[in-house]
């Protein structure tokens, strides 16, 4: 039994374990989920996954903080290289970077190696959707691909840059920032050291020359091509809600790749115990 967890101290929470639910019901593997939602350390200790979802990160952030969830969250997604997976406020909190709003800045998690523009499309009302052929989706034998994606941005970040790889180690550019990321402390097993090395991947971009967005939903603020999805190791990020459709697809992606890092766990485990 896998428990995934999903971070509920703010946001769309409940979405993402409904979604998650039917997501694990349409996957053809006997490995069996439970979905919990976290709000204490002891919580999240018993989880093999976690998804932060979508909502106010500052907000987030200061519960977590209040909560004492910070520094475990950290380690859960830095140290000991858990499957995480962020979805708009939490690809916030998992960039390692992140500018100011006018409400200011917040306690990152960490975990991306990228700077994040927090709101890069303006505001509520300036939010939009647009139907997307996200590229994993395609490659992913776990779910249909015939269908694009309808990805709903609100007042959604964008990664504005991918930094330098820095292994673990504090980036010159996080420390320029305003918001803090602790230094990472050791890898604990051989798939955390695996992970260290990952860089950053690329999953999705949006163009404003896509032909599905339609005149009303082009922004003064959005760039030629935006990267909307990124991946590093057990990290996982997105600009969009997921956790606001009907359609399971990134959640059954997901929980594929979380089975993957299981078994390479696992893997790297039994090659520890034969040593
Ligand atoms: N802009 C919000 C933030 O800074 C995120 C918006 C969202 O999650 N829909 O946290």
Redesign the pocket.
């Known amino acids: 039994n896998i428990t995934i967890g999903v971070l509920a101290l703010q ?1 769309a929470f409940s979405e993402h374990i409904q979604l998650l639910r039917l997501a694990s019901a349409s996957l053809s593997t006997s490995s069996k989920f439970s979905f919990v939602e976290v709000r204490t350390p002891a919580e999240l200790s018993k989880c093999a996954g976690l998804v932060i979802p ?5 907000a ?1 952030s200061l519960v977590a903080a209040r909560s004492g969830l910070l520094e475990p969250l950290r380690d859960f997604v830095k140290v000991h290289r858990r499957p995480t997976w962020g ?4 690809l ?1 909190l998992l960039a390692e970077s992140a500018n100011r ?1 006018k409400k200011g800045g917040q306690e990152l998690i960490g975990g991306l190696d990228v700077r994040v523009n ?2 890069h499309f303006g505001r509520q009302q300036e939010s939009f959707q647009a139907q997307l052929n996200l590229p994993f989706l395609e490659d992913s034998k776990a779910t249909s691909k015939d269908a694009p994606y309808r990805c709903v941005f ?4 964008v990664v504005e840059k991918v930094l330098p790889h820095k292994k673990g180690e504090q980036s010159e550019e996080a420390g320029r920032d305003e918001t803090v990321v602790a230094p990472s402390k050791k890898p604990v097993d051989g798939l955390a050291e695996a992970e260290l090395e990952a860089e950053v991947e690329v999953m999705a971009t949006l163009s404003l020359r896509n032909p599905n967005l339609q005149k009303n939903q082009e922004h003064e603020h959005a760039g030629a091509e935006d990267i909307i999805a990124v991946r590093q190791g057990n990290v996982f990020g997105c600009s969009f ?1 997921p956790e606001l459709t009907e359609d399971p697809r990134i959640h059954a992606w997901w929980l594929g790749e979380v089975l993957k890092a299981v078994e390479r766990r696992q893997d790297f485990e039994l090659a520890d115990r034969t040593k």
């Open positions: 946001g979508g909502g106010e990160s500052t987030m979805t708009c406020a939490g916030i709003t927090r709101n609100i007042r959604a970040p809600h």
